[in-house]
């Protein structure tokens, strides 16, 4: 069963950082994209970051220069580094995977894995 499940979510105040990690299972996902989108409450969830096959990375314009995402693909993981968050930041946190990694998938339709996701909240 392929799974992908968070970790590292929390409350923080604003200014502050977090580290979300990405624990996959069930298959490898070396050739795969992943990344993470976020749903504040209330809104519509997005995209906000991937990094593709071979460390190609992408994000969303709201968190460049704050957020950093890696991976280690012979350990199966992948993580998110979160600096000088702020309130909007505030969202559940979603580890996705996309067997598509051209043109960098952004979608929600265009990943085929989802993990449940982890509460980021980051207090004023």
């Known amino acids: 069963q392929v799974q992908l499940v968070e970790s590292g979510g929390g409350l923080v105040q604003a200014g502050g950082s977090l580290r979300l990690s990405c624990a996959a299972s069930?298959?490898?996902?070396?050739?795969?994209?992943m990344g993470w989108f976020r749903q504040a409450p209330g809104k519509e969830r997005e995209f906000v970051a991937l990094?593709?096959?071979?460390?190609?990375?992408y994000y969303t314009d709201s968190v460049k220069g704050r957020f950093t995402i890696s991976r280690d693909s012979a350990k199966n993981t992948m993580s998110l580094k979160m600096n000088s968050l702020k309130p909007e930041d505030t969202a559940v946190y979603y580890c996705?995977?996309?067997?598509?990694?051209?043109?960098?998938?952004?979608?929600?339709?265009?990943?085929?894995?989802w993990g449940q996701g982890t509460q980021v909240t980051v207090s004023s």
């Open positions: 990094i593709n096959w071979i460390g190609g990375t």
């Open positions: 069930g298959r490898t996902f070396s050739g795969y994209a």
């Open positions: 996705v995977a996309a067997k598509r990694n051209l043109p960098p998938p952004t979608r929600e339709y265009e990943y085929d894995y």
